[in-house]
C-alpha cells in the first residue's frame, strides 16, 4: 500500500507563514503529479497547486505570488510554503499523489489525511 502523511499545519496570524510536507511512502515505483488542495468549512475542496515530475508549477488565482509547491523526488515529498497568509487561506490542506505502484505498475491516486491551517486576523 502507499501512505501520504502530511504536516506543518497549525495557528498562525494574518501575514505570517507556514511550511506543509506531503511525505508519501510504502508501493511506489514512481510519482507523477504531485499537488495541494483545500477545503475550508461549508466550501468544497479546491485545488491550490500542482507540480510535475519535472517541477512544471501551477497555482490558483487566489495563492499565485504568495504559495510555492515544490519536491524532493529523492524523498518522495512535496512541500507548500505559505507566505503572507490572509484569514480566507483557513482550511483544512490535503496533498495527494499520483503514484505508480511497484508490484502492480497501476497508476492510482492517493490522498493524505489533511492537516489543519488557521489563520487568525
Known amino acids: 500500500q502507499v501512505q501520504l502523511v502530511e504536516s506543518g499545519g497549525g495557528l498562525v496570524q494574518a501575514g505570517g507563514s507556514l511550511r506543509l510536507a506531503c511525505a508519501a511512502s510504502?508501493?511506489?515505483?514512481?510519482?507523477?503529479?504531485m499537488a495541494w488542495h483545500r477545503q475550508a468549512p461549508g466550501k468544497q475542496r479546491e485545488l491550490v497547486a500542482v507540480?510535475?515530475?519535472?517541477?512544471?508549477?501551477d497555482y490558483a488565482a487566489s495563492v499565485k505570488g504568495r504559495f510555492t509547491i515544490s519536491r524532493d523526488n529523492a524523498k518522495n515529498t512535496v512541500y507548500l510554503q505559505m507566505n503572507s497568509l490572509k484569514p480566507e487561506d483557513t482550511a483544512v490542506y490535503y496533498c495527494?499523489?499520483?503514484?505508480?505502484?511497484?508490484?502492480?505498475?497501476?497508476?492510482?491516486?492517493?490522498w493524505g489525511q489533511g492537516t489543519q491551517v488557521t489563520v487568525s486576523l
Open positions: 507540480i510535475t515530475t519535472s517541477s512544471i508549477t
Open positions: 510504502g508501493n511506489i515505483f514512481s510519482i507523477n503529479n
Open positions: 495527494n499523489a499520483d503514484v505508480l505502484r511497484g508490484r502492480d505498475y497501476q497508476s492510482v491516486v492517493y
